[in-house]
């Protein structure tokens, strides 16, 4: 038979949870809610220079270095990707996020623990203090097995869960960014170096001419056709010139030690780094996804895709922090004092319980809003940031594609000048050898001539740059990266693939 103390005992803790629910009823979160949305690829206008180009290229490969087909550069560039700290570094990073994600995802399961306590107590013969067995000992001792659980009503546990996963993606998105980059700075550094190599040719051309007319002013003087003063303005630019070839070698030196750095070695590596020989023939052309795969094939994109969604989680977790806490606690364990060591351990010493536990935060001075406010505001800074770089993608690709063209125009209009620069050269040398005019025009022509040199080196390396440039743009030859489908912030669908995080580790530890 029921009694009215059991109805009652049974009721108060639906009472307690209804009372708890109806408070958190009345939790003030509203007038809080993110001002900023995700840009749609699809609504940004490429720009005439994209859609001239075409849709031709597609992606580019894998080892896309190896277009400039320098087996140097190829072996360069993956021992940078093998050695280099920052691959270490981007690596233990995804580790590190891979490690805090079990730790948040822990907080969806229930808790086992198990606490003993066994002490020994000798009473003192003082009758105040050794009331209870004054020159006894006896034994205090406690076994528990604890079981904790909370009933994630509001989603808190799950979208910090969620978050910690998100942050996963985004730490590997991170680590293959770096080693694009890394990738890129080899490139560009091996070109730097193929460029000094290329001045010092015209440098080394320049002296040889310089020391021919030298030699010629000095015939003109013994055979009477010349002045003291053509020998001596032929001297003048030879001190000169050596200085610059002095300067181009120190910076061959430099750049190797540079590669070496890269390649995460001392400066001994760079010693048998020998002279580039690139030779790039790949030519400019876009793939025709363009911009819609661009979020997934730009790692810092996909990094930044992936943090507005943390964020969005990070928005449910502060607003469950306006409702109650449940959780189901339960224990059972043997409780004794007195007795021997091992009496505690009989079954009339055994105790358990179990019930609810309920916390919920009533007064707390506006903390709550202010989470809410900060975390809410974080999302909109996530989001500007994607929208931001998605911007500057468009915008570095749409800028390396007009560099590219118009290099290749100017590199027409240099070889024009360099082969008219050289017909002015041997002109004058020759109108010069012949006592029709003076030095002067010789030096003059001769300027022009290396000037025009050191243009079409310079253009050269910058179509190599601005390759290597519109690659990492479009993302280098790394596969796509799954990207989450847009949706509101406030979707709490469960999405977990527990193998989304082994995926996200492989794709950002590769060394």
């Given at each position: 038979?029921?009694?009215?103390?059991?109805?009652?005992?049974?009721v108060t803790?639906?009472?307690?949870?209804s009372?708890?629910?109806?408070?958190a009823g009345?939790?003030?979160n509203r007038?809080?809610?993110?001002?900023?949305?995700l840009q749609q690829?699809n609504?940004?206008?490429v720009g005439?220079a994209?859609r001239?180009v075409g849709?031709e290229a597609g992606?580019?490969?894998?080892?896309w270095?190896?277009?400039y087909a320098?087996p140097q550069?190829?072996?360069?560039?993956?021992a940078?990707v093998?050695g280099?700290?920052?691959m270490?570094?981007a690596?233990?990073?995804v580790?590190?996020?891979?490690?805090?994600?079990?730790?948040?995802?822990?907080g969806?399961?229930?808790t086992?623990g198990?606490?003993?306590?066994i002490s020994r107590?000798d009473?003192s013969?003082?009758?105040?203090?050794?009331a209870?067995g004054?020159?006894?000992?006896?034994w205090?001792n406690?076994?528990?097995?604890?079981l904790?659980?909370?009933?994630?009503?509001?989603?808190?546990d799950r979208n910090?869960?969620e978050?910690?996963l998100?942050?996963?993606?985004?730490v590997a998105?991170d680590?293959r960014?770096?080693?694009l980059e890394?990738e890129?700075?080899v490139?560009?550094t091996?070109?730097h170096l193929s460029l000094?190599y290329?001045?010092?040719?015209?440098?080394k051309?320049?002296?040889e001419?310089?020391?021919?007319?030298l030699d010629?002013a000095?015939?003109r003087?013994?055979g009477?056709?010349?002045?003291?003063?053509?020998?001596t303005?032929a001297?003048?630019?030879?001190p000169?010139?050596?200085?610059?070839?002095?300067?181009l070698?120190e910076?061959?030196v430099?750049t190797?030690?540079?590669?070496?750095?890269?390649?995460?070695?001392?400066?001994?590596?760079?010693?048998s780094?020998?002279?580039?020989g690139?030779d790039?023939q790949?030519?400019i052309g876009?793939?025709?996804?363009?911009?819609?795969e661009l979020?997934?094939?730009r790692?810092?994109?996909?990094?930044?895709r992936w943090r507005v969604?943390?964020?969005?989680?990070g928005i449910e977790?502060a607003k469950a922090a306006?409702y109650p806490d449940i959780?189901l606690?339960a224990?059972?364990?043997?409780?004794a004092?007195?007795?021997?060591l091992l009496s505690?351990?009989?079954?009339?010493?055994?105790?358990t319980?179990?019930?609810?536990?309920i916390s919920?935060?009533i007064?707390?001075?506006?903390?709550?809003?202010g989470?809410l406010?900060?975390?809410?505001a974080g999302?909109?800074?996530a989001?500007e940031?994607?929208?931001?770089?998605?911007?500057?993608?468009?915008k570095n690709?749409?800028?390396q594609?007009?560099t590219?063209?118009?290099?290749a125009r100017?590199q027409k209009?240099?070889?024009?000048?360099?082969?008219a620069?050289q017909?002015n050269?041997?002109?004058a040398t020759?109108?010069?050898?012949?006592?029709?005019t003076?030095?002067l025009?010789?030096?003059?022509?001769?300027?022009?001539?290396?000037?025009?040199?050191?243009?079409v080196?310079q253009l050269?390396?910058?179509?190599?740059?601005?390759y290597?440039?519109?690659?990492?743009?479009?993302?280098g030859?790394l596969?796509?990266?799954?990207?989450?489908?847009?949706?509101d912030?406030?979707?709490n669908?469960?999405?977990r693939?527990d193998?989304?995080v082994?995926a996200a580790?492989?794709?950002?530890a590769?060394?």
């Amino acid at each position: 038979m029921t009694t009215f103390a059991d109805k009652r005992l049974s009721v108060t803790p639906l009472l307690a949870l209804s009372l708890c629910l109806a408070i958190a009823g009345c939790a003030d979160n509203r007038g809080i809610k993110p001002q900023a949305a995700l840009q749609q690829p699809n609504t940004l206008d490429v720009g005439n220079a994209i859609r001239q180009v075409g849709a031709e290229a597609g992606w580019p490969k894998r080892a896309w270095w190896e277009n400039y087909a320098d087996p140097q550069l190829n072996r360069l560039v993956l021992a940078a990707v093998a050695g280099n700290p920052s691959m270490a570094m981007a690596a233990a990073r995804v580790r590190q996020a891979q490690s805090l994600g079990e730790v948040a995802h822990a907080g969806e399961l229930p808790t086992v623990g198990f606490e003993a306590s066994i002490s020994r107590k000798d009473w003192s013969n003082n009758p105040y203090y050794g009331a209870a067995g004054p020159g006894e000992l006896t034994w205090n001792n406690t076994a528990t097995l604890g079981l904790s659980y909370g009933l994630d009503f509001w989603g808190k546990d799950r979208n910090t869960s969620e978050r910690a996963l998100d942050e996963i993606h985004a730490v590997a998105a991170d680590a293959r960014a770096a080693q694009l980059e890394l990738e890129g700075n080899v490139v560009r550094t091996y070109v730097h170096l193929s460029l000094q190599y290329g001045l010092l040719d015209n440098t080394k051309n320049t002296l040889e001419q310089e020391q021919r007319i030298l030699d010629l002013a000095q015939r003109r003087l013994k055979g009477g056709i010349g002045t003291q003063m053509e020998i001596t303005q032929a001297e003048v630019p030879l001190p000169e010139t050596r200085r610059q070839m002095e300067a181009l070698e120190e910076s061959i030196v430099l750049t190797r030690n540079q590669l070496a750095a890269l390649l995460g070695q001392g400066p001994g590596a760079g010693d048998s780094i020998t002279r580039p020989g690139l030779d790039l023939q790949a030519a400019i052309g876009l793939p025709s996804a363009l911009p819609a795969e661009l979020i997934g094939r730009r790692p810092d994109i996909s990094a930044a895709r992936w943090r507005v969604e943390a964020a969005a989680k990070g928005i449910e977790v502060a607003k469950a922090a306006f409702y109650p806490d449940i959780n189901l606690l339960a224990s059972i364990g043997p409780q004794a004092t007195g007795g021997s060591l091992l009496s505690f351990l009989s079954a009339k010493n055994l105790a358990t319980s179990y019930g609810p536990a309920i916390s919920l935060p009533i007064f707390e001075g506006g903390r709550l809003r202010g989470q809410l406010g900060a975390t809410t505001a974080g999302y909109d800074l996530a989001v500007e940031h994607y929208n931001q770089l998605l911007s500057l993608a468009l915008k570095n690709i749409a800028d390396q594609i007009v560099t590219q063209q118009s290099l290749a125009r100017q590199q027409k209009q240099a070889d024009l000048s360099v082969a008219a620069a050289q017909k002015n050269v041997d002109i004058a040398t020759r109108a010069y050898q012949r006592g029709l005019t003076n030095y002067l025009n010789v030096l003059t022509a001769q300027t022009q001539w290396l000037r025009q040199q050191q243009m079409v080196q310079q253009l050269l390396a910058q179509k190599l740059n601005s390759y290597a440039s519109l690659t990492v743009a479009l993302g280098g030859g790394l596969d796509s990266i799954a990207m989450p489908e847009q949706h509101d912030h406030n979707d709490n669908n469960d999405n977990r693939d527990d193998t989304a995080v082994a995926a996200a580790a492989k794709a950002g530890a590769t060394r």
